[in-house]
């Protein structure tokens, strides 16, 4: 039998990278998948891609970080799949980009409002909205951090306390919605071979700095982090909520 079978799942950030690798193994796990990114071509893309598989899904079109967008977002989702058994909280403002580097000294404000707005704001205002219509049945949702907000980044100061924000607000939402069976975990990745970071990853002087300091030796893969967001929206996860779970090849041992 599926994992997922008949679960309406809502994954954010879904065009491209780990989202987009979430979409297509949870719809092979019998999912139905609700799409949100602000990416068009990519998240219809993703859509008709798992359609053409088999699977049933829809993109909508969401600024994550805007309450009004949100809110008419969720609510389309509502209408369109009848409720959410998972949400994967996954969009945010990778740490290549140039927006995230800058310590609290010099960043400018702009930019640490827009990387707290992507990147935890939107963890709230997704949660905000769905949440009501989860508690009818329980649920999992699971969020994205990073290793950098468990050790720390410097020089992206904006950046690191939105990833390490997450993990407080996981422990805080788990023990609160326990009681009305929704569990509720985070997964740190360390790097992962997305687009969000193909700067990096093109740079062979950083690939092998990085992959040094990783006992496996090289860089994550999208599907190996959907892998894990897929247990923990299965019941083989029932028992587990408020967990941190990392996945980086052994990096911060």
Not at 118 to 141: C, E, Q, R
Request: proline share 4%; charged share 20%; aromatic share 6%.
């Amino acid at each position: 039998m599926k994992r997922l079978s008949n679960k309406v799942s809502l994954i954010t950030g879904a065009a491209s990278g780990i989202g987009r690798a979430a979409a297509t193994l949870f719809a092979r796990e019998g999912a139905k998948i609700a799409l949100l990114d602000i990416d068009e071509v990519g998240g219809q893309a993703a859509a008709d891609e798992i359609d053409g598989l088999g699977g049933e899904a829809a993109f909508f079109r969401c600024d994550v970080s805007s309450a009004a967008e949100v809110e008419r977002t969720v609510n389309a989702v509502l209408e369109r799949f009848g409720g959410v058994d998972v949400l994967y909280n996954n969009a945010g403002i990778g740490y290549a980009a140039g927006i995230t580097i800058g310590t609290v000294d010099d960043i400018p404000e702009a930019n640490w409002d827009r990387v707290l707005d992507v990147n935890l704001k939107s963890v709230y205002l997704v949660s905000h909205f769905v949440v009501p219509a989860m508690k009818k049945s329980g649920g999992s949702i699971i969020h994205t951090s990073s290793i950098m907000g468990v050790r720390g980044l410097p020089g992206a100061d904006a950046y690191t306390a939105a990833k390490g924000a997450i993990i407080a607000l996981t422990r805080a939402m788990a023990k609160h919605l326990g009681q009305f069976g929704i569990r509720v975990n985070v997964i740190c990745p360390g790097p992962v071979d997305t687009p969000l970071i193909a700067p990096m990853t093109s740079n062979p002087e950083w690939l092998r700095r990085e992959c040094g300091g990783i006992p496996l030796g090289r860089i994550g893969k999208s599907e190996e982090i959907a892998s894990v967001a897929l247990f923990l929206a299965s019941d083989e996860a029932s028992f587990m909520s408020g967990a941190v779970v990392v996945v980086d090849g052994g990096g911060t041992a």
